[in-house]
């Protein structure tokens, strides 16, 4: 850096012989080569804690990227996968965010916090330096360090080519081929009033225009490069754009996220431009208010028109931002910055990296990834929590919504009865939550990573980002405000052993999608939760075996069944996939001499 002849040196910790590296997950971009600091001797290793949920860990991953070229013959960093959620701990989803957020440098996966542990580590992000023989000279908690770290690895640099200690040598990195997939990653969908899709080609730095189809790629946006520029569809560029939102111009605004910026697409010339952000990230001390190409934003996530205003769902800095178009203007709207789960009125209350935004009658929708929470600020300037508990109180139950529990959700769209669609990103799921009873369901199961939805007629499209592609799905007639499926009956079950049974036949012309393992899932549940003594909850079998308690009484068996079917035709190199899914609610009562087998039938 300019100034490093004259800063005084860099503060170091006492030297400590670092820890070897182990992950039960193994290593990731090195070609299937494992990596040992033993056999890095020589070299400065930069260790990076991280997890792929954090928002700070993805700007640290953003910040490494010059480091890492300025100094690839003496530097050698290695990501070390950390997970906080159970999802995170998959080897797949491990290896998916190395891919989807293009992570240039060896990562070691441990899903056990082994390495974690060795050293001592207790937040996400923490970056180790390890120096050429093998000792831990400088430990670093959150982001923003980096200039200091380089005067650190320059220091080394000089100390070890003195001493002989420094090894020279390319970066150990090999990562594997993508897929040539339509879509790489994609983030989020917004249906334009021509009925076609605008989608946000996260991986490949690109927004696309799909027909209505949700398949037929019309128009690409930008270069496919990584960058920030304007102009017309061939040269402008994007960097990890995410959320979409349609202007009442017509045109859309996209939170274009790792360019810490909000941009403008007009779908008629698809000429891209600027609209706020100044291209690089807020820091601590920014302001959060003013002309809107003065003011840093922070990993703008997703976008909504609210107000006669562009509102932003400002991950980066837990908070939800505000773009006036008339004033030209940038206002915090609500979150202290604080990262943490707090009701209140809206300056005061906090967010924890807020990533999906969707308006009602009744405000401001907000999935609050980092809690695990739906929350809402409402038309009176309130903040309140309608699922969640903390930032860790996750899982995946449906019922209640006090007692409901989300797993990372990305998403969240308004349907037409005034419920939300979810998506449940870690759950792998969309689920429901319907204001008016309180109550959470799953509408959809076995998703890769839902990250956002949009409503199209009778049906709900879903970016399925772990997929790489849309899916449409039926909405239930309840949803689309229509009449309810007559009340049952009451149904005499057996007392103890029933076998419950969904017959599903794929419908001409279609065949099962296995090919990401399942391709059915059954979830049943009861109300009251003590009518079952087994068989709740969920699993890929349409035939499970139930165990009634007579001395519940009455109760009602919620049964869910999803399966997913593809085009059967083996010339379609894309072939169309669907979601066949029913929700039932059936009155029982466990007697002596009930029906010991339920059959449904999933159309």
């Known amino acids: 850096m300019d100034d490093a002849a004259s800063a005084p040196p860099v503060r170091r910790s006492a030297r400590v012989r670092a820890p070897e590296l182990a992950g039960k997950g193994g290593w990731l971009n090195t070609g299937g080569a494992a990596y040992s600091l033993t056999g890095l001797r020589g070299r400065i290793v930069l260790l990076d804690f991280w997890t792929f949920c954090c928002v700070n860990c993805l700007h640290v991953v953003d910040e490494l990227r010059e480091l890492e070229e300025r100094h690839r013959d003496t530097l050698v960093v290695i990501g070390v996968h950390s997970p906080k959620f159970p999802h995170e701990a998959e080897h797949a989803a491990v290896a998916d965010a190395v891919e989807r957020y293009a992570v240039a440098h060896p990562v070691l996966d441990d899903p056990e916090l082994t ?48 001493k002989g200690t420094l090894r020279r040598g390319d970066l150990p990195y090999a990562p594997p081929e993508p897929e040539p997939t339509v879509l790489r ?22 927004v696309v225009e799909l027909a209505e189809d949700g398949e037929t790629v019309l128009r690409r946006f930008g270069s496919g490069g990584r960058g920030l520029a304007d102009g017309p569809p ?76 562009v509102w932003i769902a400002m991950a980066g800095i837990h908070q939800l931002w505000s773009y006036d ?19 209140g009125p809206a300056k005061e209350a906090l ?39 903390g930032l860790f109180a996750f899982g995946y139950e449906d019922g209640p919504a006090d007692r409901a529990l989300l797993q990372h959700p990305l998403g969240v769209t308004a349907l037409p009865d005034g419920s939300l669609a979810v ?97 059915t899932r059954l979830l049943v549940s009861a109300s009251p939760p003590a009518l079952l003594r087994g068989g709740e909850g969920a699993g890929s079998d349409l035939s499970r075996a139930l165990e009634t308690d007579p001395a519940v009484g009455q109760g009602v068996l919620h049964v869910v069944a999803t399966a997913a079917a593809c085009d059967a035709d083996p010339a379609v190199a894309h072939p169309a996939c669907h979601v066949h899914r029913r929700e039932w609610r059936l009155p029982v009562r466990p007697v002596e001499g009930g029906a010991d087998r339920l059959v449904l039938e999933l159309p």
């Open 423 to 519: 998506c449940d990103t870690y759950n792998n799921a969309l689920r429901r939550y319907d204001p008016a009873t309180g109550e959470v369901t799953t509408l959809a199961a076995d998703l890769r990573e839902p990250s956002g939805a949009v409503v199209a007629g009778e049906d709900v499209v879903v970016v399925e980002s772990a997929r790489h592609r849309l899916t449409r799905l039926r909405l239930p007639q309840e949803v689309l405000g229509g009449p309810r499926e007559a009340e049952r009956p009451v149904t005499e079950v057996a007392v103890g052993p029933v076998r419950l049974e969904v017959a599903f036949e794929p419908p001409p012309g279609q065949k099962l999608d296995t090919r990401d393992g399942p391709a």
């Open 234 to 309: 061939g040269r402008a560029r994007f960097q990890e754009p995410q959320g979409l939102a349609l202007l009442p111009d017509g045109a859309g605004a996209v939170a274009d996220t790792v360019n810490h910026a909000l941009r403008r697409l007009d779908p008629g010339s698809g000429e891209v431009t600027t609209l706020a952000g100044t291209g690089s990230p807020w820091r601590p001390g920014d302001p959060t208010d003013g002309p809107a190409w003065d003011v840093r934003l922070s990993s703008p996530w997703d976008v909504v028109w609210w107000r006669d205003r």
């Open 351 to 389: 967010f924890a990296q807020p990533s999906g935004l969707a308006v009602t009658s009744e405000g401001l929708w907000v999935a609050d990834s980092e809690s695990s929470a739906l929350r809402l600020l409402d038309t009176d300037g309130q903040v309140r929590t309608a699922v969640g508990a």
């Open 115 to 162: 390495t974690w542990t060795q050293y001592a580590v207790r937040a996400w992000p923490t970056l180790v330096v390890v120096d050429p023989e093998g000792y831990v000279v400088a430990t670093y908690s959150g982001e923003g360090h980096v200039p200091e770290i380089e005067r650190l690895v320059t220091e080394l640099e000089a100390e070890h080519e003195a």
């Open 185 to 206: 990653f994609p983030g989020k969908v917004l249906r334009l009033p021509s009925g076609t899709f605008l989608v946000t080609d996260t991986t490949r730095h690109q």
């Open 325 to 343: 178009p008339a004033a030209g203007m940038v206002a915090r709207e609500a979150g202290t910055g604080g990262e943490q789960l707090v009701d």
